[in-house]
């Protein structure tokens, strides 16, 4: 999870606006790779990881999730795979 703070312009005000961000990610790792270790240096470790959850919310509203593993994709409040899983029964 990491959250952060969005600056927008408010278009009618034209004043600042704070919005609060959160991103939420879930995965797997494929590959990971430590690296070296030495004293008084970085250790160069890398990874590459799956991404089988994504969401994203400004200031609590839900603007995309998509979930691989129960069939959820909502982008901007449409969940464009509601139907298919009711056709499944889930």
């Known amino acids: 999870e990491v959250k952060g703070a969005l600056q927008e312009t408010d278009p009618k005000t034209k004043k600042i606006v704070i919005r609060k961000l959160t991103v939420e990610v879930r995965g797997f790792p494929k590959k990971v790779d430590l690296g070296k270790l030495g004293v008084s240096?970085?250790?160069d470790t890398s990874g590459?990881?799956?991404?089988?959850?994504?969401?994203?919310?400004?200031?609590?509203?839900v603007h995309h999730e998509i979930d691989k593993h129960n069939m959820v994709c909502i982008i901007d409040g449409v969940d464009y795979l509601a139907e298919i899983r009711a056709a499944l029964g889930k």
């Open 48 to 61: 590459e990881f799956t991404c089988e959850y994504i969401k994203t919310q400004i200031d609590g509203k």
């Open 41 to 43: 240096k970085t250790s």
